[in-house]
């Protein structure tokens, strides 16, 4: 995504965020700000926006200051962190509904953070789907880790899991 973003005309680096909800463009002196940001648009969506002014300040100051600000390719650790601690939330929801043990909890967390990883990889380079894509995605990943997890719990412990499962990755 951020490759796709220093492909527009006058974007000199691209860098995202933590929470990966905001993108640091750094332009050269040719364009103008609006230009770029529909541009942007295009890539990040149609939400996409300025910050107002003061805010914007603030953000370019953290950077400045020195918090992280990724580039193309460190956004990797990113998606690995965000795997993991969504991964962690839906498993611990998922475990508690379930009733499993703490040995079951962690297989499953350690299921879903694989493929929560292995999911994020294939958006690192094409970017992230439209949200019916997304949806699909989703579900394809809750029915893999219903059939890995039979593994380790019982078809009436599967159940619990799916369903908690579907509910946190529909939101």
Known sequence: MLAQLEQIPGVVEARVDWSGQRFLLQLDRSPRAETVIDAASEVLGPTTQRLASVLEQGQIA?????SPWLREGETARLSEHEAQVLAQRVSTEAATRASLDDERATRL???????????????EGSGLPDRGAMLKDWSALVDRVA?????????????????????????
């Open 147 to 171: 059939t890995h997890s039979a593994a380790f719990l019982t078809a009436a412990e599967i159940e619990p899991v799916v369903a908690a499962l579907q509910e946190c990755f529909a939101k």
């Open 62 to 66: 953290t950077y400045i200051a020195g």
């Open 109 to 123: 967390c350690a299921l879903v953070d694989a493929e929560l990883k292995a999911l994020f990889k294939t958006y």
